[in-house]
């Protein structure tokens, strides 16, 4: 494990490039072997999540390069093996292969997934979409086997609840499936737009995505003619806002879809930042006198819960009491100890998180027990007298694109070293 080391109390200026989406990213990946060609992508962003599955792509004899950005991913030679599960432990998405080879090969076996510690995490609106599609689903000391001898056929799936991950594994299944797939109740995150994107581009036939009734007609192959450009990480950049109007003196975020961060950007003006919001960049100006806002994370386009640790320290700055009910993982605490210990007042209870106005931040030994939490901690560490040293820093890299590098061109004192604590 990594440890990220922040002498804190340096202003920000300059200027930072979003990369491409995380989200998006862990789902098209895993996609590419659906692809009877070679597949390139852009933009992408270099973090671990996208290291460990060129892992599990090349147990499968997939082969893949990744430079400056572009990633290419030749899936012509696959074949059926034994997925590490290491890896596919490492992090949420590694539960597309179930859909993508699913869709290939009509059956796949893989471990549970890992990701993000937030509370529970079930799968079985996941499950249960592959088994309307004709699958058998088996699960054993943590394995799952699906299997669907006859081949899928298209069907109606009503998801019981909004799930970004089920609705784009019911896709990845239902892609090249006999027949209409109709899926109902379905997510509308901007990061399962791409993906339909992608897969449309290479001949898929999906509709109505970005709404919640989606219709994917099955086709017999899917080739990649051009390359596809990942949209830009809308998380990213909400991070990126915060810190900016918590330490900024004038940062310019380029690479931004501001469509996507609504729910988001209109918080940080009802807080007091004044943003100047352009088609594709926002600049933060210096913010002062802010006020206290309260947030209710909701499925897309509400706001969402990977974004309400990262707005975290800019709350304590406010005058007044914030609050944060996350409605999708009420448990997603994991930060609150770690920032008490930095000196903000912070705390949990009755199913809502309250964050109380505070003057000063003091650098600590703390940990960063989830991605999210991770980014409340480096912007708390950004804003503290001191040193900070974030443990389990690993969690931070799995989804930010070249993070110190960013950090420290906006004039951060930031590095990750080697942890011998662990
Ligand atoms: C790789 C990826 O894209 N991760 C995102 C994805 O995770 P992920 O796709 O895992 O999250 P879901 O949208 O599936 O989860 C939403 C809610 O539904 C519940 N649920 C989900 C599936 C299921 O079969 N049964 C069930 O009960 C979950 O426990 C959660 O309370 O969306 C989350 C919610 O926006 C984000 O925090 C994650 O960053
Ligand atoms: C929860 C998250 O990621 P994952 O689903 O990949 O664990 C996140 O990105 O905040």
């Not at 599609?133 to 000391?141: D, F, I, K, R, Y």
């Not at 040293?389 to 989804?399: Q, S, T």
Request: glycine share 8%; charged share 20%; net charge negative.
């Amino acid at each position: 494990m990594k440890k990220m080391i922040i002498q804190g109390g340096n202003r920000l200026s300059g200027e930072v490039t979003i990369g491409g989406a995380k989200n998006s990213t862990v789902a098209l990946i895993p996609s590419a072997i659906l692809a009877d060609t070679p597949v390139q992508f852009d933009t992408v962003p270099d973090i671990l999540d996208v290291h460990n599955l060129m892992i599990i792509l090349e147990s499968m004899n997939v082969h893949s390069s990744f430079k400056h950005g572009v990633l290419d991913i030749d899936p012509t030679q696959i074949i059926e093996a034994e997925l590490p599960s290491k890896a596919i432990k490492s992090l949420r998405a590694s539960y597309y292969f179930m859909g993508a080879l699913l869709g290939r090969f009509h059956r796949a076996t893989l471990t549970f997934p890992g990701g993000d510690n937030i509370g529970p995490r079930p799968i079985d609106q996941h499950l249960k979409a592959f088994e309307a599609l004709g699958a058998t689903v088996s699960e054993n000391n943590g394995t799952v086997h699906l299997e669907a001898p006859n081949g899928l056929h298209g069907t109606r799936i009503f998801m019981d609840m909004v799930s970004v991950g089920a609705t784009i594994n019911a896709i990845l299944a239902a892609v090249r499936a006999e027949g209409v797939t109709i899926i109902e109740n379905a997510a509308r995150e901007p990061e399962i737009v791409d993906l339909a994107t992608f897969l449309n581009n290479m001949g898929a036939q999906i509709r109505g995505v970005g709404t919640d009734v989606i219709r994917i007609t099955g086709v017999n192959s899917l080739q990649s003619m051009n390359t596809h450009t990942i949209i830009a990480d809308r998380i990213e950049s909400g991070t990126y806002l915060s810190l900016a109007a918590a330490m900024g003196d004038g940062v310019m975020i380029n690479n931004v879809i501001p469509e996507h961060l609504e729910a988001y950007t209109s918080k940080l003006i009802e807080m007091g930042v004044d943003l100047k919001i352009d088609s594709d960049k926002i600049y933060v100006p210096k913010a002062e006198h802010l006020t206290a806002v309260h947030v209710k994370t909701m499925p897309y386009p509400g706001f969402a819960t990977d974004l309400q640790q990262p707005l975290t320290p800019l709350m304590a700055k406010a005058a007044g009491v914030s609050t944060v009910v996350d409605t999708i993982y009420p448990k997603r605490v994991k930060h609150i100890p770690e920032l008490q210990k930095m000196g903000m007042k912070i705390a949990a209870g009755d199913g809502k998180i309250t964050i109380e106005h505070t003057d000063h931040f003091n650098g600590a030994d703390v940990e960063a027990g989830e991605i999210r939490a991770g980014a409340s901690l480096v912007i708390t560490g950004l804003m503290a007298d001191g040193q900070t040293v974030i443990h389990k820093a690993d969690n931070i890299l799995r989804g930010y694109d070249r993070i110190v590098w960013k950090l420290n061109r906006l004039n951060a004192n930031v590095r990750i070293e080697d942890d011998e604590q662990d």
